[in-house]
């Protein structure tokens, strides 16, 4: 979430796991796109667009993320 807190496009007010990215927080899809980037420079990996069409929510990412790192 840390990654998220610093988007400034993001507000944190309303940022919860299960915000929706784009009818919660109000992303584009170019928005959505730096949101990604970000995450991949800060996890050092690439998260392929079939893989990133499915993420609506924070929580969606976490578990990606921790899937990716086998953290389960």
Known sequence: ????????????DKLTLDSDFFK???LDSLDFVEVIIALEDEF?????????????????????ICEKNDIY
Not at 1 to 8: K, S
Request: charged share 40%.
């Open 1 to 12: 979430m840390l990654v998220l807190n610093l988007f400034d496009k993001i507000d944190n």
């Open 24 to 26: 919660d927080l109000g």
């Open 44 to 64: 050092d990996f690439e998260i392929p667009d079939g893989d990133s069409d499915r993420m609506k929510t924070p929580r969606d990412i976490y578990k990606y």
